[in-house]
């Protein structure tokens, strides 16, 4: 049984995470932003999983249940904001894309008071920042007009479709089970059906119904998910591809392009 720790108060810091490690499943009273301002955050919810590059933030409605992993050395900035405070009405957790301006601001506004311009990082876990880690605390009227530009910028940001939903029908159970241990299987939708037991006509109108998505649009999404992780570690990007199961590395980064902004080198380099 999954032990669900209480946290009243979304904190308000900078703190750096080691490849691997995860911060394991609770909630909070307030709301969340999460952001990697170095590697790649995971998180992961009943609903489904959402994977962050440093260019997207995460939005964490009050009350969710999640838990966070690390993939490459990372660097989370975190704000927390009050339940009654949501300045984009969202009720689910969801991907926001972050500009130039927005991710400044996140960084600033998460450093400690007395930040003196030094990044030197925090071990494992370790913390620097800010106001008590309160999202109801008091502030400083020169920190409340940083909240304030920040919200502004928040509502502007885009909202991007990156999460990958978790099947409730069990036939999608034990066929997502199949592609999440190796995301390069090519197998058709078809001759899926036959290993698990059901037409394809079957399955698609399980992934509209269930997930919302097509099969090809969640196997996508996968993938995607899976090749931010091997960035992260380094992996190099034609291999990633093939681990990933793209034809060829140029499909690959055409679709990472289209999705993200930017080709996977220029990620991994960031």
Known sequence: MTIIRHMPTAPTRTQSLASGAA????????????????????????????V?????ALW????????????????LHLVGLPATENPLALKTPTVLAVGPLLRELIVAYTRPPDYDGDDGEGGEGGEKGGEGGDAKGNESPERARLRAVLLDQLRA????????????????????DILR???????????????????DRTLSRLFRGDLGMTFPQWR????????????????????????CGWSSASAFID?????FGHTPGAHSKG
């Open 52 to 56: 962050a590059p440093g260019t997207r």
């Open 23 to 50: 911060i394991d499943t609770h909630r909070h009273d307030d709301h969340q932003i999460v952001y990697a301002g170095r590697g790649v955050l995971a998180v992961t919810t009943s609903a489904g999983s959402w």
């Open 220 to 243: 996508t999404q996968l993938r995607l998910h899976h090749a931010l992780v091997l960035l992260a570690e380094d992996t190099p990007v034609t291999a990633v591809a093939h681990l």
């Open 60 to 75: 964490i409605p009050a009350g969710t249940v999640h838990a966070h992993q690390a993939h490459g050395e990372l660097e």
């Open 157 to 176: 940001s885009p909202q991007e479709p990156l999460h990958l939903p978790t099947p409730t029908a069990p036939l999608l159970r034990t066929l997502c």
């Open 255 to 259: 679709v990472f392009r289209r999705t």
């Open 181 to 199: 241990d190796d995301p390069a299987d090519s197998r058709t939708l078809a001759e899926l059906g036959r290993e698990v037991g059901a037409s």
